[in-house]
């Protein structure tokens, strides 16, 4: 996927001589130590990631840990003190007032956590408001404004005022009025953190819906960890001004980089993060070739491997059934003394396969009844591993004990 | 006893005779004054020269209009922006202000009070929003206005009497200097108070200055530009009867002559006179203060009145 914004060694130091906090930070003083000496503040240090095309980047850190900082910087509403920033590779630092401006015409919009509508204008001209700052004639723009409140469901309310609208609609009101301009960057700061929890849940659905109907590259800020599992293609974590770690929201729970990282689990359910991939493993059970493969031998092999349970499947990997000691011997029993048997017969019915992509959560149950380790397999129905009852016991104390 | 009360009064004397300084400041003043007429002259004309023809027209064209027009107007006005009550409160006042035979001296004012005004928001408006943006102007332009508000009413017509003789033209730029701290002031504070996400979300869009300008802070400061005009309004009124003690005219005329005269009703008359036209103002423009979206139209007013009607009979 291309690289639509990349972020550079870009800093921002609050105060009167930028550069001179600027030095402080290069011979390692800290955001604490600058500030008792000499007052300025350090917004945002050293902070360099790039985001892709069409992705939800999240970026995560606690009150005060330069996360509005940063997103203002990536439209210039507050200027970077160092480093750079590319839009498709061109430098905005460098850009003059009329080029930025031109910019944020077109390019890049934002939503806001206390919606910033015009409370003076209707929802339909609150909508349209990007398009008529860029001087887009009356039809053009409500004909655009109108889909744009369409996408988010509020097209009835075209001819209310803000003040008429609930939270929720008054955010929706403030995502169609940054579609509507159609840009390739959305930046979201908090967008939803002041709404109630069940609304919060709402506009978060309604954010992944619409982004896959068209994806754009969204630049979404929050300070919880539950949001940005939710919709985060990849997280960045921010403390006391950089960013301290980036990656895929499993990349995260699996291998915090940090203390203050691992602390944002605490109290939280991760199971949600993993998928039966992550916690598949291939060393539980005895795997058989099915071709070739008697009940009596297999027999023999399981009870030489000391293991309960073999899973079969055929030459191209492809999941065929589940056995036991117990199945095997029930279906030998009923056999004639000559008799091979076929496998299939000892196969224990009630063991399903599960797909990687199942979230822990979901498995739970399945795990819980499965009389032996529940079978991973693929799209494609190649086997890929088992998990037992032991490991998935295993991998939610782990999350817990980061949390504790 | 006696004694140390004059050895400490002996002792004050000496000390002021020694260290109290005669300071020139009324001579500084008289000195300076001289100098600006002197080199200012043209300056000075011109300013008079424009307003003598906006006061004198705008009395001009109050007066020329007929009385029942002035009636009718007021009253929709009133009834469309406030209410049925206060409409009937209009007709009542303005007959009164008949009754006392005082129609031109109240059209005076009102000229004088709307020729004030404009120049006062002409100059204050821009004047508050260049505060807004520069901490620079504001911290300098802040105590001037405090030092504007703190000064006496009166003390305003000595300048002005001294650059621009007696009469209406002298009355009338009193009255623009002391009614225009309020609108410079709550401009300045109605755009510094615009919550700074929604003037960030009008950058954000790409609003150049100009625009953020119209489209943003100037609408949501609306209500407070508005508070101040109000209070503009008013203050022309009480300067501009004021200002009649310089042959400014109007309804101070009535009244000045009460004081003087000991004619108790005429001053009486005259000061009815004025606090009829300052409610009358007063309500009007605070009704535009408030947020003017979800205002009933004339005809959903009137239907209200016939529908209030019919409640009583109903009762
Ligand atoms: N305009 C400003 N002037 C001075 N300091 C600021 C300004 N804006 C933000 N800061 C400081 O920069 C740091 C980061 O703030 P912010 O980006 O708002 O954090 P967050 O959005 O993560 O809560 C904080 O210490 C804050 O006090
Ligand atoms: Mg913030």
């Known amino acids: 996927m291309s690289i639509k914004l990349s972020v550079e060694h870009v800093y921002k130091v609050f105060g009167a001589h930028p550069k001179r906090a600027l030095e402080r930070i290069q011979k390692g003083q800290t955001k604490d130590e600058i500030f008792a000496a000499t007052g300025m503040t350090v917004g945002v240090s050293d902070a360099s990631f790039d985001v892709a095309e069409g992705e939800i980047f999240v970026v995560m850190g606690l009150s005060g840990s330069g996360k509005s900082t940063l997103v203002r910087m990536l439209n210039r509403l507050i200027e970077p003190t160092a480093g750079s920033i590319r839009i498709d590779g061109q430098d905005i630092t460098r850009m003059t007032r009329k080029q930025l401006i031109a910019l944020r015409r077109r390019e890049i919009s934002m939503v806001f956590q206390s919606f910033a509508l015009m409370p003076h204008q209707n929802v339909l001209e609150n909508t349209a408001f990007g398009l008529a700052v860029a001087g887009v004639g009356r039809e053009q723009r409500e004909e655009k404004a109108l889909a744009a409140l369409d996408a988010v469901g509020l097209k009835p309310n075209a001819h209310s005022f803000p003040d008429e609208l609930s939270g929720g609609m008054k955010q929706r009101v403030g995502l169609a009025r940054a579609l509507a301009v159609d840009p390739g960057i959305l930046l979201m700061d908090e967008a939803f953190s002041a709404l109630d929890p069940l609304i919060r849940t709402e506009m978060q659905d309604e954010l992944l819906r619409l982004q896959s109907e068209h994806a754009r590259t969204v630049v979404f800020i929050t300070h919880d960890l539950d949001e940005a599992m939710r919709v985060g293609d990849r997280i960045a974590i921010m403390q006391g001004g950089t960013v301290v770690q980036v990656g895929t929201p499993e990349e995260i729970v699996r291998e915090p980089a940090n203390e203050y990282v691992r602390s944002f689990f605490r109290g939280v359910d991760v199971s949600h993060v993993f998928t039966a991939a992550d916690v598949a493993r291939r060393d539980q059970v005895t795997v058989m070739e099915r071709p070739g493969v008697s009940l009596r031998a297999a027999l023999e092999r399981l009870r030489g491997h000391d293991g309960s349970a073999a899973v079969v499947h055929d030459r191209g990997g492809k999941y065929q059934g589940v056995v036991s000691i117990d199945s095997l011997i029930a279906c030998i029993d009923g056999l004639g003394r000559r008799d091979e048997g076929r496998i299939e017969d000892a196969f224990i019915r009630e063991v399903e396969p599960v797909s990687v992509d199942t979230p822990l959560t979901e498995l739970m149950t399945q795990v819980a009844h499965s009389p032996c380790p529940v079978p991973v397999v693929d799209a494609h129905g190649r086997y890929k591993g088992t998990i037992s009852r032991a490991t998935l016991l295993h991998t939610l104390d782990r999350t817990d004990k980061g949390a504790a | ?315």
């Open chain 2, 1 to 315: 006893m006696i004694s140390l009360y004059a050895g400490i009064g002996a002792f004050w004397q000496s000390l002021k005779e020694a260290f109290v300084v005669d300071l020139p400041i009324g001579e500084g003043f008289t000195a300076v004054v001289d100098f600006m007429q002197t080199h200012f002259d043209l300056f000075f004309t011109a300013i008079a020269d424009a307003i003598s023809f906006v006061a004198d027209n705008l009395t001009a064209f109050f007066n020329y209009l007929p009385p029942q027009l002035v009636f009718g107007v007021l009253a929709v006005l009133a009834l469309w922006r406030v209410g049925w009550q206060f409409a009937l409160f209009v007709l009542l006042g303005l007959y009164v202000v008949m009754g006392m035979d005082l129609w031109p001296e109240s059209m005076d004012t009102l000229g004088l009070v709307i020729a004030a005004t404009l120049a006062a928001l002409g100059v204050g408006l821009p004047l508050g929003v260049a505060m807004a943006k520069s901490d620079l102007l504001a911290a300098l332009v802040r105590p001037v206005l405090d030092f504007m508000q703190t000064l006496p009413a009166f003390v305003y017509l000595i300048p002005a009497v001294i650059f621009f003789g007696t009469g209406r033209v002298p009355g009338t730029i009193a009255t623009v200097i002391f009614s225009m701290p309020p609108a410079v002031r709550m401009m300045n504070l109605g755009i510094r108070q615009v919550p700074a996400e929604n003037v960030e979300a009008g950058r954000a869009f790409g609003c150049n200055p100009l625009q953020l300008l119209f489209k943003v802070e100037l609408p949501l400061a609306l209500p407070s530009i508005m508070a101040g005009i109000n209070q503009t309004i008013m203050l022309a009124l009480s300067m501009v009867v004021i200002a009649s003690m310089i042959g400014a005219g109007g309804l101070g005329d009535p009244v000045l002559a009460g004081i003087q005269q000991l004619r108790l009703g005429t001053g009486f008359e005259g000061g009815l006179g004025v606090v009829i036209l300052a409610i009358i103002l007063d309500r009007l423009t605070q009704s535009f203060a408030q947020r003017s979206r979800h205002r009933t139209g004339i005809g959903t007013r009137i239907k209200q009145l016939f529908a209030r009607g019919e409640g009583v009979r109903a009762d």
